[in-house]
C-alpha cells in the first residue's frame, strides 16, 4: 500500500526533471557549451529521468528497498555529475595518456560504467548489457584469446581513460548525437502526436487508400511510414498506430499474425523514411561528419522502394486471398480531413527549415514550438493544457530511454578501436570471404541481422558500422554507401526472428501469435532485402550523380524490386508455377545488383516483366473465357 505514493511522486519529480531537460537542451542550442560540460550533463540528466520512470522490479524485495535502490542510483548519478561539473577544466585540459589517473577519476567512471549497465536494462532488457560486459571483459582480459582476436588489454585507469575521462567512449559520437540531433527530434515527435497529427496521417492514410483491394493493409502501410518518419522508432510506431490499423485490416480479413507482421514491417521501415529517419541515421551523419541532410536525402529512394515494394506485395496478396476494400461507410467513418490538414503544418515547417539551410536542431525546436500555435488555426482543433503535457512528458521520457543506451555503446567502441579488434576484424572478414565482394557484403548482412535481434537499431548500427564498414570500404566501396548498406539491415533486424522487438510489439498490440507474426514480418521484408546491394553498384539509389543517372537509378530500382515482388507473392493475375516464379525472381534479383542502364540490367528487366505481361494477358483470356454470357469484344 506504500507503493503507490512513493511511485506518484517520482512520476512527479521526473516531469519536473524533465522540463529541466528540455530547458537545458534549448539553452545549449542557442548557447552551446564545451562537450565536457554538456555531455555529462545531458547524459547525467538522462539516467535520473530513467530510474525515476522505470523504478526497480524485483517482486522478492520489498517496495521499501527498491525505493532505496533506486534512489541510492539517483544519487550516484547526481555525484557523477558533480565530478564532471567540478572538474571541467582539469577534464578539458588534461593530455590522454599522459596526465595523471586519480582515484576520484577511477571511482567516477566505475560508477558511471554502472549506472549506464542498470539503465540500459531497464531502458531496452539484458540483451544490450551481455553485449557491454563481453566488450568490457575483452577489455581486460583480451591477452587470453587466441589468434588475431587477442591483445596485451588495459589495465583498470586505462580502461577507465578511454571509456569515461575524454569525448570518446561514452562521452563520444553516440552521447554527442543524442545531444545535437536526437533529442530535438524526439521533442517534435512528442509534440506532434500529441496535438494530433500522427492521427491526421493515419485517417489521410485511410481515405487514401481504404478502398482499393487490400485498402486496410495498404493505410496501415502508408500511415505507418507517415508517423515513422516523425517518431524514428519502430516500437513506439507500432504501439501508437497498430492499435488503429492492425484492427482495421483483422476486419477485413485477414488474419491475425498477418495484420501484425505487417504492421510492424511498416513501422520498421519508418526508420528508412526521410525527413527524421531513426536515431542511427543522426549517428551516421556524426560518424561520416555531413550534415544530416545529406543523409536524408541518401536515405530517400531506398525508403520510396521499400515502401513501394511492400504496397505491391500487400496488394497481390489481397487479390490473391480475396481480402475485402473497406465500404465507403467505414471510410467515411473517419473524421473530415480538411478541417485538420493544417496539422500538416509542422512537418513542412521542418522539413522546409532543413531544405533552406537551417541546423537539424534549430528546424526541430521551431518545429516543436509550432505544434502548440498552428492547432488554433481553427476552432475544431485547438487544444489544451492536456496536450502540452502530455507533450512535455512523453519527449523527455522517450529522449531518455534513448539516450542512455547509446552512450553506453560507447563502450564497445572505445574498446573496439582501443583495442584494434574493429581493423582486425576487418582483415579477418576479408580473409574469409577471400576478397569477394559479394561474399564480404553476404557476410555483413548476415553479421547485423544475427547481431541485431533483440539489440535496439541504433545499438545494432553502431556496433556494425565499427566491426564491418571498415571491412566494406576496403572493397573499394564509398563510406556512405558502407554504412547504409550495414544500417538498412540493422533496421530489418528489428523483424528478424527468433528476437524481433517490432514483430513482439505489434504481436502484443494484434493478440496474435508472436513466432507467427515474427515469421510473417520477416517474410514480408524478404520483397525489399535485397535492396542495399543497389547502395554498393549504382551510386544514384543514394543519390550522388547527376539528375539523369539519379532519376534512372531510381526508376530501375523499383522496377526491379517489383519483379521480385511479384516472385515472392506468386500471384499476377493467377497462381505462379515455380517454374515461373523463379526466373522472375532472379530477373529481379539481377535488377538490383547490376547498375542501371548496364546490358546486364535491361536484359534481365526484358526476361522478367515479359515473363509477367505474358501471365497477366492469359489470365485475363482465361477469366473472358470462362465468365458467363462472354462476349467478344466489339471493334
Known amino acids: 500500500m506504500t507503493a503507490a505514493p512513493s511511485r506518484s511522486n517520482g512520476q512527479t519529480l521526473a516531469f519536473a526533471i524533465g522540463i529541466a531537460f528540455i530547458l537545458f537542451q534549448v539553452w545549449i542550442l542557442f548557447y552551446p557549451q564545451q562537450p565536457l560540460f554538456e555531455r555529462p550533463v545531458h547524459l547525467c540528466t538522462a539516467l535520473v529521468v530513467l530510474f525515476l520512470i522505470k523504478p526497480l522490479e524485483a517482486p522478492k524485495l520489498s517496495a521499501r528497498i527498491r525505493a532505496v535502490i533506486d534512489a541510492a542510483l539517483i544519487l550516484a548519478t547526481l555525484a557523477v555529475a558533480a565530478y564532471y561539473i567540478l572538474g571541467f577544466e582539469r577534464l578539458t585540459t588534461r593530455m590522454e595518456n599522459v596526465s595523471p589517473i586519480y582515484p576520484v577519476d577511477i571511482a567516477a567512471g566505475i560508477t558511471l560504467v554502472f549506472l549506464l549497465l542498470e539503465g540500459s536494462r531497464r531502458a531496452v532488457g539484458w540483451i544490450l548489457v551481455w553485449v557491454l560486459l563481453a566488450f568490457i571483459a575483452y577489455a581486460f582480459w583480451g591477452n587470453m584469446l587466441p589468434g588475431w582476436l587477442g591483445f596485451r588489454g588495459f589495465g583498470l585507469p586505462a580502461a577507465i581513460e578511454i571509456t569515461t575521462m575524454s569525448t570518446a567512449g561514452v562521452l563520444g559520437v553516440t552521447t554527442s548525437t543524442s545531444v545535437s540531433f536526437v533529442f530535438y527530434f524526439i521533442l517534435f515527435g512528442a509534440c506532434y502526436a500529441a496535438v494530433g497529427g500522427g492521427q491526421l496521417f493515419m485517417d489521410l492514410a485511410i481515405r487514401a487508400a481504404g478502398r482499393t483491394t487490400g485498402g486496410t493493409a495498404k493505410a496501415a502501410i502508408i500511415g505507418s511510414s507517415l508517423m515513422g518518419s516523425i517518431s524514428g522508432s519502430a516500437v513506439a510506431n507500432v504501439v501508437s498506430t497498430g492499435v488503429l490499423t492492425i484492427p482495421l485490416m483483422k476486419r477485413t480479413g485477414i488474419p491475425d499474425y498477418r495484420a501484425a507482421g505487417i504492421e510492424a514491417i511498416a513501422s520498421t521501415g519508418g526508420q528508412l523514411m526521410p525527413p527524421v529517419m531513426g536515431v542511427a541515421a543522426f549517428v551516421m551523419a556524426e560518424m561520416l561528419n555531413v550534415p544530416y541532410t545529406r543523409i536524408a536525402l541518401a536515405g530517400l529512394i531506398p525508403a520510396l522502394a521499400f515502401y513501394l515494394a511492400l504496397l505491391m506485395v500487400v496488394d497481390l496478396i489481397a487479390r490473391r486471398d480475396g481480402v475485402r476494400p473497406l465500404t465507403a461507410e467505414e471510410v467515411a467513418a473517419t473524421p473530415a480531413i480538411l478541417p485538420r490538414l493544417h496539422l500538416l503544418l509542422p512537418a513542412v515547417v521542418l522539413i522546409g527549415l ?215 507473392v506468386g500471384w499476377s493475375g493467377r497462381k505462379l508455377s515455380w517454374a515461373t516464379r523463379i526466373p522472375i525472381g532472379l530477373a529481379g534479383l539481377l535488377g538490383v545488383l547490376a547498375p542501371s542502364g548496364t546490358l546486364t540490367w535491361l536484359g534481365a528487366m526484358v526476361v522478367g516483366w515479359s515473363l509477367v505481361g505474358v501471365i497477366v494477358v492469359l489470365s485475363r483470356r482465361n477469366a473472358i473465357a470462362t465468365t458467363p454470357n462472354a462476349k467478344p469484344a466489339e471493334h
Open 354 to 568: 532543413l531544405i533552406w539551410g537551417y541546423s537539424a536542431a534549430y528546424s526541430a525546436v521551431i518545429a516543436s514550438a509550432s505544434c502548440f500555435i498552428i492547432p488554433f488555426l481553427r476552432r475544431q482543433t485547438w487544444i489544451g493544457t492536456h496536450q502540452v503535457l502530455e507533450a512535455l512528458r512523453d519527449a523527455p521520457r522517450q529522449a531518455a530511454e534513448v539516450a542512455v543506451p547509446i552512450a553506453a555503446i560507447g563502450i564497445v567502441i572505445a574498446v573496439a578501436v582501443q583495442s584494434n579488434l574493429a581493423l582486425k576484424f576487418a582483415s579477418s572478414l576479408l580473409s574469409l570471404s577471400e576478397g569477394s565482394i559479394y561474399a564480404s557484403l553476404a557476410l555483413a548482412m548476415f553479421g547485423c541481422i544475427i547481431m541485431g535481434m533483440g539489440l535496439p537499431t541504433v545499438a545494432a548500427y553502431i556496433i556494425g558500422a565499427v566491426l564491418f564498414v571498415p571491412a566494406i570500404e576496403k572493397l573499394g566501396i564509398e563510406p556512405l554507401a558502407a554504412h547504409f548498406f550495414i544500417f538498412y539491415y540493422c533496421v530489418l533486424s528489428m523483424v528478424t526472428p527468433p528476437v524481433a522487438l517490432a514483430s513482439f510489439a505489434a504481436a502484443g498490440v494484434g493478440k496474435a501469435s508472436t513466432m507467427k507474426t515474427s515469421l510473417s514480418a520477416f517474410g514480408l521484408s524478404l520483397v525489399a532485402f535485397f535492396i542495399p546491394f543497389a547502395f554498393v553498384f549504382d551510386p544514384g539509389v543514394l543519390a550522388e550523380g547527376s539528375a539523369p543517372q539519379i532519376a534512372l537509378s531510381t526508376v530501375a530500382l523499383l522496377v526491379s524490386t517489383a519483379l521480385w515482388a511479384v516472385a515472392f
